[in-house]
């Protein structure tokens, strides 16, 4: 709201008319606090019932943030859940992860895998007036359903919620970029934001420029680390206030590296079903134990037997799938990489049990670790623009860096330095 200058006579007394500008201005003052806004008079954030929710997040307690979504919010990969886990709590909000990866949105609503409507409504603390809901399900619906009914089952899922919690805030984040456009689903969350009026964020926007780039993504889908973390800043780059925004840092830490050493095993009499994943106890050949695993990471690989299957298995030890290791001349190691959903593996190494004993070989298989690649914020955000302030451990040059590894500083030659290679 613009308010016109105040009006004094000419001894600096206020008259008739100023009188009723101060009046003014004191309305405008409690429509911005009651919107959402602050006293500055620039709300910032993305509408003023998500300010709001921040606003009183500043100076009162239980407040929750909670994440309904499929494996690009859960997936220990991409560190989704540590990463909400470090921005939430700087801005006075618990983390309530419920996100589930391969999850439906019609599983979510029937209550048939361990996230649902169910567990979302249980999390969810009172009536819900302290919680803000981010809602990015849909991508294991959209090649089975029409726009029509993705846009049901959004309704639905958050119709449910709200029957029990009827004071929550919800924010609508379209999923993101992943194989195919999934065009459907993304025109459904528009739908349904332009019918209920729910805020949306177009997740595409930080995700399209980077689909397919390995330091983003793990395969066509599944953003890696970075991608995650450049989806997170993206979403409280937008939908933070003014006033809030500065209490957020982001973190400037490094991908985090996969165990080093190998993983721990024995060699089994017997073999696993390529067909159910089951274990066949046989005392003529040989396999490995089930190991547990972090999906994504490159698995390698070495043993001298004639078996080469690699199965894997959910967290619940349910079957999912298998590969076979290629046979590479002069290379020790053979590498897979774990599918998204896969906790655990275990590897048929020979039909010939006697053979396998006399070579008096362990088996090794670990975590490839060789060819890391670290990212700072300035590169996870390259080709957005994220104000959010970033953590500064070090001395801060003329742009705001502090350097990397290797790096020294160099003067500008006008009082000041910047960081740049030797």
């Known amino acids: 709201m613009a308010i016109a200058p105040i009006e004094y006579t000419t001894d600096f007394l206020f008259n008739i008319n100023a009188i009723e500008k101060i009046n003014q201005l004191g309305s405008a003052v409690n429509t911005l606090v009651s919107e959402g806004g602050d006293t500055s008079g620039v709300a910032g954030g993305i509408s003023p019932e998500i300010n709001d929710v921040f606003y009183n997040a500043k100076t009162e307690t239980g407040f929750q943030y909670v994440v309904v979504g499929d494996s690009t919010r ?37 209550g048939t895998r361990t996230v649902s409507v169910a567990t979302t409504i249980a999390a969810i603390s009172g009536t819900g007036s302290k919680c803000l809901i981010e809602f990015s399900m849909g991508i294991n619906d959209s090649g089975l359903e029409t726009q029509a009914g993705l846009v049901t089952l959004i309704k639905n899922s958050l119709n449910a919620i709200i029957a029990s919690k009827p004071d929550v805030t919800i924010i609508l984040c379209q999923p ?35 689909h397919g780039d390995p330091e983003y993504y793990t395969d066509d889908t599944h953003p890696n680390k970075y991608g995650t973390m450049r989806v997170i800043n993206y979403i409280f780059n937008k939908i933070l206030p003014t006033g809030i925004r500065d209490l957020l840092l982001l973190p400037e830490d490094v991908k985090t590296p996969p165990p080093s050493g190998n993983l721990a095993l024995s060699v089994l009499n017997g073999s696993y079903s390529t067909g159910n994943g089951s274990f ?92 890391a690649v670290f990212l700072r914020q300035r590169d996870v955000n390259k080709d957005l623009n994220i104000t959010l302030f970033v953590e500064q451990a070090g001395l801060i040059d003329k742009f705001g860096y502090t350097g990397e590894a290797g790096q020294i500083t160099k003067s500008d030659g006008a009082g000041d330095f910047y960081w740049d290679n030797i």
């Open 280 to 371: 066949i106890a046989n005392a003529a050949v040989r396999s490995t134990s089930i190991i547990d695993v972090d999906p994504n990471f490159i698995l390698e690989i070495v043993h001298s037997g004639n078996s080469r299957n690699v199965l894997f298995y959910t967290a619940a030890g349910a079957y999912i799938s298998y590969v076979n290791l290629p046979t590479l001349s002069g290379q020790a190691f053979r590498t897979v990489t774990i599918p998204v959903n896969a906790y655990k593996v275990a590897i048929n190494i020979s039909s010939d049990g006697a053979t396998w004993d006399a070579l008096g070989e362990t088996p090794v298989v670990r975590y490839q670790t060789a060819g």
């Open 74 to 110: 859960n997936n220990l990969f991409n560190e989704a859940p540590y990463y909400y886990g470090v921005v939430c709590p700087q801005v006075n909000m618990a983390y309530v992860d419920q996100a589930l990866s391969g999850i439906k949105m019609s599983e979510y609503i029937a």
């Open 176 to 210: 993101v970029r992943g194989a195919g456009q999934r065009q459907n689903l993304h025109d459904a969350y528009a739908q349904v934001a332009a019918e209920t009026g729910y805020p949306i964020l177009n997740v595409d926007d930080a995700t399209i420029p980077v």
